[in-house]
């Protein structure tokens, strides 16, 4: 049973960082992407970034170039997001999701149960 787990949201003030983190298990990952999304309420789930378990390829969202950076330790079968000069607008549940490469596009069949991030103006 592949279960992913996210820690390490909260309130912070805006200016802020946090450390996010996904700890995977249950399965092999090593073939599969990684990848943080969030969603704010009343809006859309959208993509933050993505990274394969090497770390040799990283993709981020506009809006977390500079500011956010993704990383992976695969020891501890877990991914990082590193997230820093928060906005009011990072407000969202943040979730950790995995899975394969499917032709050109990643197939994202694992998701964990999210976690809170509070930006305070």
């Known amino acids: 049973q592949v279960q992913l787990v996210e820690s390490g949201g909260g309130l912070v003030q805006a200016g802020g960082s946090l450390r996010l983190s996904c700890a995977a298990s249950g399965g092999t990952f090593s073939s599969y992407q990684m990848g943080w999304f969030r969603q704010a309420p009343g809006k859309e789930r959208e993509f933050v970034a993505r990274i394969n378990w090497s770390a040799t390829r990283k993709y981020y969202a506009d809006f977390a170039k500079g500011r956010f950076t993704i990383s992976s330790d695969n020891v501890k079968n877990t991914v990082y997001l590193q997230m820093n000069s928060l906005k009011p607008e990072d407000t969202a549940v943040y979730y950790c999701?995995?899975?394969?490469?499917?032709?050109?596009?990643?197939?994202?069949?694992?998701w964990g149960q999210g976690t809170q991030v509070t930006v305070s103006s």
């Open positions: 999701a995995a899975g394969p490469v499917v032709l050109v596009t990643v197939r994202w069949d694992y």
